[in-house]
């Protein structure tokens, strides 16, 4: 039998209480769905601090929980670190893809950096859109978003 595989996940976006977090706990779901869970460290973070501490938006809980997902986590702020911790580090806007590569000033962590929507295998969406000023029914798509997004991690990484 050959060795188990483990995976660091980090999920980016902007002030960590909305999409990231949402994927963080999207793909916990799934790992653990799936029987993996000894084989996957998941976490998220923030491009800006100003959120750190604070739990996911009400919203976007809210949407979760429709759909059975247990809510948790705290708000951080990425650290250059962690571009080392992480096998993979997944953004959810150009922004937070151009924010997580200047941390790495040298380009040497620049191959694990990958927008979320480039593992959707059902979406064509150019990138996952901040729900924050929205309505509910912004919420619900970056979850749909995510499903099919962290799915498409999930295959990847078996």
């Known amino acids: 039998m050959s060795p188990r595989k483990f995976h660091r ?16 706990i999207i793909f916990r779901k799934m790992v653990d769905d799936a029987g993996k869970s ?11 601090g100003h959120h750190a501490g604070a ?20 708000a951080r702020q990425i650290e250059a ?40 295998r059902n979406h064509s969406d150019l990138r996952v859109p901040d729900p924050y000023y929205g309505g509910q029914r912004g919420f619900d798509h970056v979850i749909h978003l995510l499903e099919d997004g962290c799915m498409g991690i999930l295959e990847e990484l078996r």
């Not at 000894?38 to 800006?48: K, N, P, Q």
């Not at 739990?55 to 247990?70: G, H, V």
């Not at 590569?101 to 480039?118: A, C, E, Y």
């Open 9 to 24: 996940v980090l999920f980016v976006c902007l002030g960590n209480i909305c999409r990231s977090p949402a994927a963080e």
């Open 81 to 120: 670190q962690d571009l080392e911790k992480f096998d993979l580090i997944v953004t959810m806007d150009e922004s937070n893809l151009n924010e997580v590569r200047n941390l790495d000033q040298k380009g040497r962590f620049h191959s694990k950096i990958r927008p979320l929507v480039s593992f959707c």
């Open 55 to 74: 739990a996911p938006d009400p919203r976007m809980c809210e949407a979760l929980s429709k759909k059975n997902y247990s809510i948790s986590g705290h």
């Open 38 to 48: 000894v084989e996957f460290e998941i976490d998220s973070a923030g491009t800006m």
